[in-house]
T-cell receptor, first 115, second 115 residues
Framework: KQEVTQIPAALSVPEGENLVLNCSFTDSAIYNLQWFRQDPGKGLTSLLLIQSSQREQTSGRLNASLDKSSGRSTLYIAASQPGDSATYLCAVRPDSGAGSYQLTFGKGTKLSVIP | EPEVTQTPSHQVTQMGQEVILRCVPISNHLYFYWYRQILGQKVEFLVSFYNNEISEKSEIFDDQFSVERPDGSNFTLKIRSTKLEDSAMYFC?????????????FGSGTRLTVV
């Protein structure tokens, strides 16, 4: 059974700092990995999707990398801003061959950017 | 940008009552999902739906739950005889297709409180 772990559980940084959020998964047979942002009491906003054949994806100040063989992904946020404060979730979709669409989520990293 | 719309945003119901959570997926998407998040816990998969039938469901999705696409736009989750432990945020999501480059779009959720 796939397990997704995110470390650290919480992170507090001063504004302007670059930071890295980590995600690890136990089963490397994944189809893709998606990073989401969740604001308190709100829904999930998709940030980046990395297919299993890709190594990284970039969107603005965000860069996500994937090392499928080692079961790891990182989300790099450059020049952090107070508006980046949120919980960041990673989720993997299995490459089960049977066409599973079931995402397995980590518990998230709660990021606080201090002005 | 196209959105997944969920109503209501918050529903309070008495234990034993039936509730219907409603979702309008993105119009050209073909795959629909329900996930839930109990307070403080991970987001969990409930069910996926394609071509007017359930394609996959988790252990959580027992006979108490059912899904329906009653018309060309709505996708509903019905919970019969609600229990206290059904209290959670319920998220609807959709994807355009099943390929690895198609990510999930989530709605903003319905917070269900069972009293």
């Amino acid at each position: 059974k796939q397990e997704v772990t995110q470390i650290p559980a919480a992170l507090s940084v001063p504004e302007g700092e670059n930071l890295v959020l980590n995600c690890s998964f136990t089963d490397s047979a994944i189809y893709n990995l998606q990073w989401f942002r969740q604001d308190p009491g709100k829904g999930l906003t998709s940030l980046l999707l990395i297919q299993s054949s890709q190594r990284e994806q970039t969107s603005g100040r965000l860069n996500a990398s994937l090392d499928k063989s080692s079961g790891r992904s990182t989300l790099y946020i450059a020049a952090s801003q107070p508006g980046d404060s949120a919980t960041y979730l990673c989720a993997v979709r299995p490459d089960s061959g049977a066409g599973s669409y079931q995402l397995t989520f980590g518990k998230g990293t709660k990021l606080s950017v201090i002005p | 940008e196209p959105e997944v719309t969920q109503t209501p945003s918050h529903q309070v119901t008495q234990m034993g009552q039936e509730v219907i959570l409603r979702c309008v997926p993105i119009s050209n998407h073909l795959y629909f999902y329900w996930y839930r998040q109990i307070l403080g816990q991970k987001v969990e998969f409930l069910v996926s739906f394609y071509n007017n039938e359930i394609s996959e469901k988790s252990e959580i999705f027992d006979d108490q739950f059912s899904v329906e696409r009653p018309d060309g736009s709505n996708f509903t989750l019905k919970i019969r005889s609600t229990k206290l432990e059904d209290s959670a945020m319920y998220f609807c999501a959709s994807t355009l297709g099943g390929a690895a480059n198609y990510g999930y779009t989530f709605g903003s959720g319905t917070r269900l409180t069972v009293v």
